[in-house]
């Protein structure tokens, strides 16, 4: 697997590059969370001073047949240096089209679907570039296959915006929500209709702890920072995860994180004092989140496991994967 590291002359150069994102993770009027975390990965690159184009359609099979041929005409109508797909079957969109060089980063889902991984697992042979979210897109979680490890195999997550996920008032946080300044709340930090985060789980244990479970969903985006800090804890309960940025979010709010050992969780989380990182066991989790909901007041100091995941660090890895692109 490549090593990534962004030099200052590279950063220079690569500061001048153009390149093209393509999509259907990225968010709308309608799902306004939907791919928050790609488009604020565009953004700063943006920052860093490379020109970043996107190319968006919508979620559904009949966009997947439409969306080559669209992209086909805006391939021929400008110059890239190089075109970054996220998604395994928008990787599937860009090769049809005939992008090249090809970077295609791989989130979770798209890997351990049962009939999206295969996909996934092919394109990434014919990519340039294949990258998972986490170290754990190249393992077996929950049974399932991830990602081959290839010569071209990279590590690219989408950071943390430390200017949005910082530690704050709970009060002030659960006013603005409008939740019981008493209350007893953990939070799911998903949509509960997804299988995958296994909310059964979380339900479980906000029952046995006498606690309302709050919900991501198409929560504003804008408003999940005062979400985390209106929890007492998080909890992360899936079966798998391609990276878990919400596990990092938390952590620079300072709320404690349980979390089953996927994505980046055994990394980030594990070892923590106040948080907890294992399989899930119904009890076990429970006293965990017993002890948080009624000792534990003020915010857990985690800055040292953020710090290598903000948006910006992983931006700069990202301009290093496209380095060898740059004519």
């Not at 679907?113 to 077996?140: D, I, N, Q, T």
């Not at 949509?191 to 198409?218: F, I, M, Q, W, Y």
């Not at 504003?220 to 800090?229: S, T, V």
Request: hydrophobic fraction near 45%; include cysteine; glycine fraction near 8%.
């Amino acid at each position: 697997m490549k090593d990534l590291e962004l030099t200052a002359d590279a950063a220079n150069r690569l500061a001048a590059m153009r390149a093209l994102v393509v999509t259907n993770l990225y968010p709308s009027e309608a799902r306004p969370r939907l791919g928050r975390f790609v488009r604020d990965q565009v953004e700063e690159i943006r920052r860093l001073g490379a020109e970043v184009d996107v190319f968006t359609f919508p979620l559904g099979a009949r966009s997947y047949l439409k969306a080559p041929r669209d992209l086909r005409k805006m391939l021929r109508s400008a110059r890239y240096d190089v075109v970054h797909a996220h998604y395994g079957l928008c990787g599937w969109v860009a090769e049809r089209a005939g992008a090249r060089p090809l970077v295609v980063t791989f989130h979770g889902t798209d890997i351990r679907h049962s009939a999206v991984g295969p996909l996934s697992r092919r394109v990434a042979r014919r990519a340039e570039v294949a990258a998972g979210a986490s170290l754990s897109c190249f393992r077996r979680e929950a049974g399932k296959r991830g990602l081959p490890l290839l010569a071209n195999s990279v590590v690219l997550p989408c950071g943390v915006d430390t200017s949005r996920f910082r530690p704050g008032s709970r009060i002030e946080a659960r006013k603005s929500l409008g939740l019981e300044p008493d209350g007893r709340y953990l939070l799911l930090p998903a949509d509960p209709n997804r299988a995958v985060k296994r909310a059964d789980r979380a339900r479980a244990v906000a029952e046995d702890t006498e606690s309302e479970l709050l919900t991501a969903g198409e929560v504003d985006p804008e408003r999940m920072p005062d979400l985390i800090k209106a929890s007492s804890a998080v909890l992360i309960t899936s079966d798998s995860e391609g990276f878990g940025l919400a596990a990092l979010e938390s952590l620079a709010c300072g709320v404690p994180v349980f979390s089953t050992p996927v994505g980046v969780a055994p990394f980030a989380v594990a070892g923590i004092e106040g948080c907890l990182v294992e399989e899930f066991d119904r009890s076990v989790w429970a006293e965990a989140a017993r002890d948080a909901l009624e000792k534990r007041t003020e915010p857990i100091d985690a800055m040292d496991r953020v710090g290598p995941f903000t948006a910006r660090r992983m931006a700069e890895r990202v301009l290093s994967a496209w380095e060898g692109m740059v004519d």
